[in-house]
């Protein structure tokens, strides 16, 4: 994915949250949401292009006709089930969706510009290399065992299921050890201790980077 400059040259302070499926991302954003700063959820963006006929046109001579009910709707199971069984499938896949998705999220950091920084979630921040285009990047963090469990009670899914879709991702264990930051997000652990802490590093890095703007 080839970098994209940005409609505003002064804009706020690019920031990825990433973690393995089932590790409490959505938590972790309500966190940083209530702080104030503007979230973009790249998977509920990506969600609405499937309304688009032009979008749906292009999965569908991609993926074929099975993805696509009798109502001209997305088979949103049917798509999942071949992406996450073929890997040429997902990348191709994602070679159309994720263009778009960042495309998007330049307009909502023009619309945010006055932000101190800004948060881009996904949870393959690393595997479409999304981490190149921001300034910092957060992981959260919550061993397998646990994220199945989770994932086992929210989904309704089975184990090999959830296993087959976290084969498709980075191990949790190498985005934590990629991240500028990480929370563990554990039970019982301080979630929200560690997010104000990470908040007010950012808002240093924000101000340091003004700064530099000033002087340069």
Same mark, same amino acid.
């Given at each position: ?10 804009? /706020? ?36 292009y ?14 074929? /006709?099975?993805?696509?009910? /009798? ?26 969706v ?5 495309a ?11 932000a ?86 950012l ?14």
């Open positions: 994915m080839s970098q994209t400059t940005l409609n505003s040259q002064q804009h /706020p302070l690019l920031v990825a949250l990433t973690g393995g499926i089932g590790c409490g991302k959505t938590t972790v954003l309500q966190e940083f949401s209530s702080l104030g700063i503007p979230c973009f959820v790249a998977d509920e963006v990506a969600g609405a499937y309304a688009d006929p032009s979008f749906l046109h292009q999965v569908q001579s991609l993926l074929g /006709p099975s993805v696509i009910r /009798p109502d001209g709707s997305a088979d949103k199971q049917a798509i999942a089930a071949i992406v996450f069984h073929d890997a040429g499938a997902l990348k191709q896949l994602n070679a159309i994720h263009p778009r998705v960042w998007d999220f330049q307009h909502f950091v023009d619309a945010n510009s006055q101190p920084y800004v948060i881009f979630e996904s949870a393959i921040t690393y595997e479409y290399g999304f981490d190149h285009l921001v300034d910092k990047v957060i992981c959260v963090y919550l061993e397998q065992e646990e994220r199945l469990h989770r994932l086992e009670l929210r989904d309704h899914a089975t184990r090999q299921q959830l296993l087959a879709r976290m084969q498709n991702q980075l191990p949790a264990e190498e985005k934590m050890m990629r991240a500028d930051y990480v929370i563990l997000n554990y039970e019982g652990n301080p979630r929200t201790r560690q997010v104000q802490y990470i908040h007010r590093l808002l240093v890095s924000s101000i340091n980077r003004e700064l530099q703007n000033l002087v340069s």
